[in-house]
């Protein structure tokens, strides 16, 4: 743990933080099987990114990660899984860092949660990690965990503490942040709307315990209802929408899902491999109007190379395959081409926008993969006879 530490410290790398996102944690008793969700939305300036699966090692855990294209050593993880169950990923705050820490010390939230990731069993774990870290710890974010035994939470953490909000406590199973910590300082901060747009969305099928991760990928990372305005401009006839406060946005370069275990897990207990099969995390890149949806697992071959980091710079195919759809959907050539939306690539009367088009395919992918793990495994996580 201390060369871990070390590590964390010391690197001289300091890539910008996410600038946004909008994320969940969902109770298994809100989801149809039981299985937990942790969900996270990705806006970030870094446009490339990619998914790689970095082995166990010097005594610590394995696990598959979202990672920058440029991140050569994937140093920084922006969401993940390991191999006991446990995951987690995070939102930028902007509302809670109280200090006068410089901005070159901060921006370490994808090193925290690679740490994290190495060393985790369980969301108390994580809440262990943050009581340990030298201060400053150089973040100010939101934390969302979640771990075998179907327990999350979110952590809102500056660089000196942080406030938990745990899972079990949530009556209708379901935490959603944005760019704002609710702990923080009232009325500053970002995504507030976005916010509002995913619990309404969310709504009524937490009441109905049918939060799935095909519902969050599908049409939550794809939805343009605009809660301020009561308004969803994917049922309007307009053809160029101004890009303001949807949670699909220019600098959105992934969705992602990480679905847990089914109920009935102790952490403790759980040995690397045992959830190979059972965790999986449904792994949208680039422009989520415009994604593909990909499963991955934690085990060797279990990450497609199309999302891998194999192109020039790092790149990986998928992810530049939807930059390019991005780029038509975004399709002015001359003054703000990055903030109108041509709805017509999405939506049309022809049924051949991205969004009609994909969320079809994406859902024959979650069908397939779906009933291969469930007509697998056990709720034990071992392979059924």
Known sequence: ????????????????????????????????????????????STIDNKVERIPAK????????????????NEQAWIGMNDVGFAVMNTASYNIKDDNVPNKKMDREGFLMTV???????????????????????VEANFGVIDASGNGAFFETNNHSYK?????????GLLV??????????????????????????????????????????????SFYHDLKKRDYALSDEKWVVDQDFIPRYKS?????????????DPSEIVPGQLADEYIMWTGLGYPPCAEIVPVWNKEGGVADELRGIGVNGHSPMSDKVKA?????????????????????????????????LTKQNHEVYEVFKRKRDGAQRNDGTAAM
């Open 1 to 44: 743990m201390k060369r871990i530490f070390l590590t964390l410290i010391t690197a001289l790398l300091a890539i910008p933080a996410s600038l946004a996102c909008t994320s969940a944690i969902v109770a298994g008793w809100a989801t149809p099987d039981g299985r937990p969700l942790l969900w996270k939305h990705r806006d970030t």
């Open 164 to 172: 938990r909000y745990d899972l079990k406590d949530a009556p209708d």
């Open 116 to 138: 994290a990731l190495k060393t985790c069993r369980t969301v108390d774990d994580f809440a262990h990690l943050l009581e340990k870290m030298p201060r400053p710890m150089g």
């Open 58 to 73: 010097d005594g610590a855990f394995g696990y598959v990660a979202l990672f920058n294209a440029n991140d050569k050593r």
């Open 253 to 265: 370069t992934a969705t992602i899902v990480i679905e847990g275990a089914r109920p009935g897990l």
């Open 325 to 357: 759809r991005r780029n038509e959907v975004f399709g002015l050539k001359r003054g703000n081409k990055d903030k109108y939306i041509d709805m017509e690539k999405l939506f049309n009367a022809e049924g051949t926008g991205y969004v009609q088009v």
């Open 177 to 222: 942040r944005t760019n704002y910590s609710h702990s923080g300082r009232p009325n500053e901060g970002y995504g507030f709307v976005r916010e509002a747009n995913a619990e309404c969305l969310l709504a009524p099928y937490a009441a109905e315990h049918a939060i799935t991760p095909e519902l969050l990928t599908e049409k939550v990372s794809r």
